[in-house]
């Protein structure tokens, strides 16, 4: 039996957690006011974790690949 050696984790991946903490609480955000060129907050406020968490995940992709 052949047994695959254990991959080392990194801190970096902890990092993607966060996107998803952001969004786990809508009573947080779930809300009108402020409102972004029209849109209010509950639109905007995914829109931007979206964004956000697209870099996020560029980011520790080059980490993990160095």
């Known amino acids: 039996m ?3 050696p254990k991959q ?4 970096w991946t902890l990092l ?3 996107p998803y903490l952001a969004l786990c609480f809508p009573q ?3 809300r009108a006011t402020p409102t972004l060129a029209g849109f209010p907050f ?10 956000v968490t697209s870099a996020l995940l560029g980011f ?3 980490k993990l690949k160095t």
Do not use: E, G, M
């Not at 080392?8 to 801190?11: A, T, V, Y």
């Open 60 to 62: 520790v992709y080059r």
């Open 8 to 11: 080392k984790r990194s801190r």
């Open 2 to 4: 052949n047994i695959p």
């Open 16 to 18: 993607l957690a966060l």
């Open 42 to 51: 509950f639109y905007w406020y995914q829109l931007a974790t979206v964004i």
């Open 28 to 30: 947080l955000y779930a």
